[in-house]
């Protein structure tokens, strides 16, 4: 649980999974000088957003992140937009010639993949644990008194 972001009033981790895919599936990340600058383009981005990438898988046409944040400010969505449009913004300024590729376009494509990234429990735990809160089992229901 050394995972855990404690801040002045709430204890919490908050995990996503997230997926790009470059525009027109590209393969550039097979190229090692590509993923060296997505992964610091990554770097300056956990420093200026509280965020934290804690795993970067690569395939040659997409690229898959595990993504901690560290505020509860940001939603899913704003993260996504974030990583996107940065690390988007920043490969073309390092890497003029992706834009040739691209045909001067866009970095990634459309849309992407979020998911939620949960640990040591799972959905139906959860749900137990919820429903059984603040009742003894023999505790009578409202419909007992109907």
Not at 4 to 12: D, I, N
Not at 25 to 54: A, T
Not at 97 to 109: A, Q, R, V, Y
């Amino acid at each position: 649980m050394d995972d855990l972001v404690r801040s002045s009033h709430k204890v919490f981790r908050l995990k996503y999974h997230f997926v790009f895919c470059l525009k027109y599936r590209k393969d550039i990340f097979v190229d090692e000088k590509y993923i060296n600058s997505l992964k610091e383009i990554c770097k300056g981005i956990e420093e200026r957003h509280h965020l934290k990438f804690e795993t970067i898988g690569f395939d040659g046409d997409h690229v898959h992140f595990m993504v901690q944040s560290l505020t509860t400010t940001y939603s899913p969505a704003r993260i996504f937009q974030i990583v996107k449009s940065i690390s988007a913004i920043k490969m073309f300024e390092f890497h003029k010639e992706i834009k040739e590729s691209l045909w001067g376009g866009e970095f990634w494509s459309d849309g992407g993949f979020v998911s939620t990234v949960g640990e040591c429990v799972n959905a139906e735990i959860i749900r137990r644990y919820i429903s059984n809160q603040g009742r003894n089992k023999e505790q009578l229901k409202l419909y007992d008194f109907i």
